[in-house]
């Protein structure tokens, strides 16, 4: 263990204080008065030296040859001095921290939670008594005119998963200026946008006027576009028409809680999502392998569920296959529960705007012309733009 040191100052606006700092073990400590230690791997100090010939700033990127790194390197100084973290290596090389931007990277449970919220906006659940209370409706021109509007329509689509975008008007090409305010269009092989009408000798469900089961769009690409948007031009003027909304996340949710081992059955089973389809005079067979419920960390990141676009090969042990449907029923049945399934009918310039990796969709069958235009987003660029618009800077 090196000696403390000791260090009396201020950070920017924090309080006047008395750190130490110390060496335990394979980590360098500082301490704040009485309060919880704070803890730093040396691996990761020195991972992270912040000096010119290991972290090039306008880049903003990490230039340490990895194959040179030393994995065991220990300080043999440290020093608190000037609001800074001094450290010295066995290899002469010195490393400066400032306590703001090492406060900002504490590994304390808090503050990793406070981050992960702020990189990334956390969803909100909801379910078809609350989607009243949880829709936001934005003005179409608004967004295009203004940043905090802008900014509020992307953050309600990150943390319900649904908005809706009012006065867009009756032409198409009003998804390229929207896309255009977050980054562009995101191409598929029907296109950057895509027309959702009846018509002859239809390649996808969607165009005819019957019932179009829930859904999340295009399960069969690995890459799947994150945010649907849906243009209503012509609504059903004979009747019908409705959309369907079903917030897929609140069904995992109550899944989890009420029937673990189904839910852990759908995140576990891979499932073959497939797509054969003529557009443009090209042949694509689309074909994406993973389960109804996908997870990350513990977390639902995407859901796959298209009834029309499930391949019928299922390459699993056969003793799973029975108990998959069983956990699929009960999923579906919670699916199209009153207390999940929404019925929306759009009006003529609305464009809705939704999550489609958490948000399944459909539409009621409806007689009569109906015209929509969709387009899609990726998430990428939809938390870019969040924080970009939030300012989120590095301390």
């Known amino acids: 263990m090196l000696p403390f040191r000791v260090f009396r100052g201020s950070v920017k606006s924090l309080k006047r204080f008395l750190w130490t700092v110390e060496t335990k073990g394979d980590e360098v400590v ?8 704070l803890r730093f791997p040396h691996v990761w100090l020195r991972d992270n030296c912040q000096c010119p010939s290991c972290f090039h700033r306008t880049s903003n990127s990490r230039i340490i040859d990895i194959e040179q790194f030393d994995f065991d390197t220990s300080p043999t100084d440290v020093l608190l001095k000037d609001s800074c973290l001094l450290v010295s290596w066995p ?6 921290y400032s306590l703001p931007w090492l406060l900002a990277r504490q590994f304390t449970p808090h503050n990793q ?3 992960l919220d702020s990189y990334k906006p956390l969803p909100r659940s909801w379910t078809a008594y609350q989607f009243k209370q949880i829709l936001q409706r934005y003005q179409y021109q608004n967004i295009l005119n203004s940043d905090e509007v802008l900014l509020q329509w992307l953050k309600s689509l990150s943390v319900e998963g649904v908005a809706l975008v009012e006065g867009a008007g009756t032409k198409t090409g009003r998804l390229q200026p929207l896309a255009d305010r977050v980054a562009f269009l995101k191409q598929t092989y029907y296109g950057e946008t895509f027309t959702v009408k009846a018509k002859p000798g239809a390649t996808n469900v969607a165009y005819l006027s019957g019932s179009l089961q829930l859904h999340t769009d295009l399960p069969y690409y690995h890459y799947k576009p994150g945010v649907n948007m849906l243009h209503c031009i ?5 009747g019908g028409g409705e959309s369907q909304l079903v917030d897929g996340l609140s069904v995992c949710e109550w899944l989890r ?5 189904h839910y852990w059955i759908l995140s576990t089973v891979p499932v073959v999502w497939e797509d054969r389809v003529v557009e ?3 042949h694509y067979h689309a074909i994406h392998r993973a389960p109804v419920i996908c997870e990350e960390a513990g977390e639902v ?8 676009q499930r391949g019928s090969h299922f390459p699993v042990p056969i003793d799973q296959v029975t108990a998959w449907y069983r956990a699929l029923q009960m999923f579906i049945t919670r699916v199209h529960d009153q207390q999940s399934r929404v019925f929306y009918k759009l009006n003529p310039g609305e464009i809705l705007t939704f999550n489609n990796m958490r948000v399944l969709h459909g539409r009621s069958t409806y007689e009569g012309d109906r015209h929509l235009e969709g387009g899609y987003i990726d998430w990428d ?9 939030s300012n989120v800077s590095e301390s």
């Open 257 to 261: 809680e009420e029937h673990p081992h």
């Open 91 to 96: 290899d002469s090389h010195h490393s400066r």
């Open 301 to 308: 990141v995407r859901i796959n569920w298209s009834q029309v």
């Open 234 to 238: 012509v609504q059903g003027s004979w």
């Open 30 to 37: 500082l301490k704040e008065d009485d309060k919880e230690e």
């Open 280 to 282: 443009g005079g090209r």
């Open 381 to 389: 660029f939809v938390y870019s733009r969040i924080r970009v618009l």
């Open 113 to 115: 939670h406070d981050w």
